[in-house]
Every structure is written in C-alpha cells, then in structure tokens.
C-alpha cells in the first residue's frame, strides 16, 4: 500500500514538472520573432504624408499603431467574430475550453 502512495505522488508530482521542462524547451527551440523587428517600411515626406510603402521580408502589410487609431468599428467587428465573451472572462474562456473538450471527446 505505501509503494502505491509514493508513486501516486511521483505521478502528481512528476507530470506537472515533465510538463514544465517540455513547455521550457519548446520555448527556447521555437523561439517566436520580435514582433517589434518585423515591420514594413512607410517612407514619409517632410509634412509626414505617405511617399511609398514596402511590406515586410515576407510580404505582410505590418504598421504599429495605438488602439485610437483603430476604427472602433473594427474593434466590435472583429471581437464579435472572435470571442464575443472577451469582456466577460479573465482571458480564457472556461466554457469554451469546456465544449472544445466535449467536442474533442465526443469526434477526436
């Protein structure tokens, strides 16, 4: 009975710590880019006016801009398409983590 306890704790234990050393190693071997170093080229005049722009290496159109400066339309929109629950969880969706397991459980 005591070999059946050490090694229900090694299993409780061992496979939070397996995960996290896999999840670290993930990490450092698919490191994700900068996003702040992957950007187009906007080439302005003297009174700030668009002259040319050039897409990034991989030829995605990408320009930082500040929250004020979206449309809130498009806010709404794409919040509506996307999680329309985003105001309502901490930032994961439980129910949806919930039916995503039921559906995975129920067609693989």
């Known amino acids: 009975m005591r070999w059946q306890a ?7 234990v ?10 670290l ?3 450092r071997w698919w490191v994700l880019p900068n996003p702040e170093r992957v950007r187009s ?3 302005l005049a003297q009174d700030r006016t668009p ?6 290496s991989d030829g995605v159109w990408r320009y930082p801009v500040t929250l004020d400066e979206v ?3 498009y806010v709404q929109a794409l919040l509506a398409y996307e999680d329309r629950w985003f105001y309502q969880h901490p930032g994961i969706n439980p129910l949806a983590l919930l039916r995503a397991g039921w559906q995975w459980l129920r067609g693989g």
Do not use: E, K, N
């Open 14 to 23: 061992g496979t939070p710590l397996l995960c996290l050393l896999l999840f």
């Open 71 to 73: 449309s809130p339309l």
């Open 41 to 43: 080229v906007l080439i």
């Open 25 to 27: 190693l993930a990490d």
């Open 51 to 56: 002259l040319r722009a050039f897409a990034d």
């Open 6 to 12: 050490g090694r229900y704790t090694l299993w409780l």
